[in-house]
Nanobody, 124 residues
Framework: VQLVESGGGLVQAGGSLRLSCTAS????????IGWFRQAPGKEREGVSC????????YYADSVKGRFTISSDNSKQTVYLQMNNLKPEDTAVYYC??????????????????WGKGPPVTVSS
């Protein structure tokens, strides 16, 4: 099982970045794929997650209206488009995957697999 992320980097406040997470080694449609982040001295938090089978999405309140998650099932890749970035968005962003529990509302819960996490730095 692999989750390979790309797209992190340094950007000025108000700028944009797009993160990508490409999955392999498991059945993509059976998993919720999403992004968590961890800033220095803080706990890891769920940012946005998507069920690739039905495109249902979850966003943390702090990113609603600025971030957009999407899934390309043919490429087994999930994207996180981040617009209007703020310094408080600075963190290491981890891609994660969790087996879908169909009776539960889509969200960023406890992931079964993790990527290594590209850093995102937003300067003021």
């Amino acid at each position: 099982v692999q989750l390979v992320e790309s797209g992190g980097g340094l950007v000025q406040a108000g700028g944009s970045l797009r993160l990508s997470c490409t999955a392999s080694g498991f059945i993509f449609d059976e998993y919720t794929i999403g992004w968590f982040r961890q800033a220095p001295g803080k706990e890891r938090e769920g940012v946005s997650c998507i069920n690739s089978i039905d495109d249902k999405t979850y966003y943390a309140d702090s990113v609603k209206g600025r971030f957009t998650i999407s899934s390309d099932n043919s490429k087994q890749t999930v994207y996180l488009q981040m617009n209007n970035l703020k310094p408080e968005d600075t963190a290491v962003y981890y891609c994660g995957a969790e087996y879908i529990i169909r009776t539960r509302t889509v969200g960023c819960y406890d992931m079964n697999f993790w990527g290594k996490g590209p850093p995102v730095t937003v300067s003021s």
